[in-house]
């Protein structure tokens, strides 16, 4: 479950997010900034959606998530629907321009790798509504694609709520120092200040690309090593979990699965629900609001959320999940206020 995140020169985090995979809840389309309006609506009937993914699906990620959500867009919006994987990215823009030749009125991509042959390929086909799932915004918008962004940092500073009040000496392990990951650990710090004040979160990045899980094995290890006890783990996956298992330590995940595999050592995952986010937009493309320009989903359209293990409930030990249900509550009133925007999570890209 590797990704490669590094940064290019567009200013994207290379973040290849099937990783971030999980169960699915409400999402849908999400509040807009900068959005251009189109004039003409779509009938669900005969429409022709198309989901392209950098991705190869099969390995229970968001992949997988996505594609069982377009299958039920198929079933229930009445719309002819086919997955194509475009696994070499000097294929992505032929991708794109055959797709829509081919008739398909909407089309859905994934990942930052995305980002400019869409730029490439959107205007010459100004009737097709494109929905890229994890990408940064167009200056100027284009008016036909919609760029849907993911706020993980809330999720993470709920995170960082969840090890403030259960952890000894909470820290975050990052797989590189971009800007999203850093937002990401500066949103966790926040998050174990609100509840603990006097805690110093450790921050480290393992270098690992977010594909080498040795690299981010030993990062992990040292830092149990060094005597913390609970990790957010903003990296490639395995990694982290083994070192926790190998030092009977926590470290919080971004997939439910892990919850079986580590039933003592993962307490919770923060996810992005990139299945029904997708069926949201197709959704909103099929109707005569659809708008191009930037869709930014996060904990406040609960595309984004903290999940607690049950079995983390039920096989933890007694100190630490007495201390987790404790804070159950704090965490869910605080996942609220960010659903009514009574507290926002900043953005922080510098450590």
């Known amino acids: 479950m590797s990704v490669n995140r590094e940064a290019d020169e567009t200013g994207l985090d290379r973040r290849e997010l099937f990783v971030r995979g999980g169960k699915l809840a409400a999402a849908g389309a999400a509040a807009s900034l900068v959005r251009v309006p189109l004039a003409f609506g779509r009938e669900a009937g005969g429409e022709k959606v198309a989901l392209i993914s950098t991705q190869k699906a099969g390995d229970r990620g968001v992949v997988d998530d996505m594609v069982s959500w377009l299958n039920r867009a198929g079933k229930t919006l009445g719309v002819e629907t086919k997955f194509i994987q475009a696994l070499d990215p000097s294929a992505y823009q032929s991708t794109l321009q055959g797709t829509a030749q081919a008739g398909y009125g909407i089309i859905a991509t994934t990942f930052p790798g995305m980002q400019k042959p869409l730029a490439a390929v959107a205007p010459s086909f100004p009737d097709t509504r494109f929905i890229h799932i994890y990408g ?15 706020a993980f940092w809330e999720g993470t500073f709920l995170a960082g709520v969840l090890a403030g009040s259960a952890a000894a000496k909470p820290a975050f392990v990052g797989g590189e120092p971009i800007p ?27 270098g690992s690309g977010f594909s080498d899980p040795g690299k981010s094995h030993d990062a992990d290890a040292g830092v149990f090593g060094a005597g913390y006890d609970w990790i957010m783990s903003d990296d490639e996956q395995q990694g982290p979990l083994k ?12 997939e439910p699965h892990f919850f079986a595999e580590a039933p003592k050592n993962v307490p919770a995952v923060v996810i992005i ?6 069926y949201g937009q197709i959704k909103n493309a099929l109707g005569s609001s659809f708008k191009g320009g930037l869709v930014q989903s996060g904990v406040h359209d609960k595309v984004v959320g903290l999940t607690i293990s049950p079995l983390f409930l039920k096989q933890g030990p007694p100190d630490v999940v007495a201390k987790v249900k404790a804070a159950q509550p704090q965490i869910t009133a605080l996942s609220a206020q960010i659903v009514s925007g009574k507290v926002k999570v900043p953005f922080i890209p510098k450590l």
Not at 190 to 206: D, E, H
């Open 243 to 254: 070192a926790a298992k190998e030092k009977n330590k926590f470290v919080m995940l971004e």
């Open 180 to 206: 999203n990951i850093i937002a990401d650990a500066n949103a966790y710090k926040l998050g174990v200040a609100r509840v603990n004040k006097g805690a110093k979160v450790k921050v480290v990045f393992s």
């Open 273 to 278: 629900k990139f299945g029904e986010s997708l």
């Open 136 to 150: 940064d915004p167009d200056k100027p918008v284009i008016p036909n694609l919609v760029r849907v962004r993911y």
